[in-house]
């Protein structure tokens, strides 16, 4: 990912805004959907907003509420990127094999959404 000049979070957030159906996502939607507090989110967005790969903007109906749009250039860096993502998804299957990346696929998708864990993990954050 390195030559493409995103991190892999980067990559992640410009990708679930390329998949967002309908409207652009506000700030706090697409916390929810990544599972991440909105001030980690907000680290994530500044330097993605600051290189013109997407934009903030007010909603029209509710100034309350911060829309994340993805820019041109967003667009871009992010069919850039996915070359770089595909050949370390490729590389990873090549050495492990496909039941390997099927089954790292299946943990993480089970981490991420059992409701028990994060609750289990709001629940100890907020003892911080």
Request: aromatic residues 6%; without cysteine.
């Amino acid at each position: 990912m390195a030559p493409s000049n995103l991190r892999v979070t980067q990559y992640h957030l410009l990708s679930e805004l390329e998949r967002w159906p309908g409207s652009s996502p506000t700030v706090g939607e697409l916390a929810e959907l990544l599972t991440i507090e909105r001030s980690a989110l907000g680290q994530t967005l500044r330097p993605l907003e600051r290189d013109g790969l997407i934009k903030m903007t007010r909603d029209v109906s509710d100034a309350r509420r911060r829309l994340i749009v993805l820019t041109k250039a967003g667009k871009t860096a992010l069919a850039k990127a996915r070359v770089y993502w595909a050949s370390a998804h490729a590389a990873f299957e090549a050495y492990f094999g496909e039941t390997a990346l099927a089954d790292l696929r299946t943990t993480l998708r089970g981490i991420a959404e059992d409701p028990e864990l994060l609750t289990t993990f709001m629940q100890e954050r907020k003892k911080l």
